[in-house]
C-alpha cells in the first residue's frame, strides 16, 4: 500500500515534518497518518465515493488522478516541498510520485 501512502500525503494542507531521531516519531507517524486519512475521506465524501478499505481506495485515488480531480492537491504538494514544509525521511524512490514536473 505504498501507493496510498503517497496519495494521502496530498492531503495534508499544512504539511508534515517526521524526525526518525524523536522519542515521538512512532506516534507523530500515527497521528499524520489519521489525519491524512480523515481528510482524504472528507474529500471522497464531497466528490460522491464511499470506498473506505485498501484497493478500492487506491482504485477510486488514481481516478480521481486521471480525472484531474487531484491536480490542485498535486500543485499544493509540490509547493509544501518546494518550501520544506514536508520532510519525510522515507527513500527518495517511494516519494517522488507527486514531486516529479
Known sequence: YKQIVNYMKLFLPNGFKLDPSSPTYCDH????????????????????????????????????????????????????????TILDPAPCKTQDLFVRT
Open 29 to 84: 507517524v500515527l497521528e499524520v497518518g489519521q489525519q491524512s486519512e480523515e481528510n482524504m475521506f472528507k474529500f471522497f465524501v464531497a466528490h460522491g465515493a464511499t470506498r473506505k478499505s485498501g484497493s478500492s481506495v487506491l482504485k477510486q485515488l488514481r481516478k480521481y488522478y486521471h480525472e484531474g480531480k487531484l491536480d490542485a492537491l498535486i500543485t499544493a504538494f509540490r509547493a509544501r516541498v518546494a518550501i520544506e
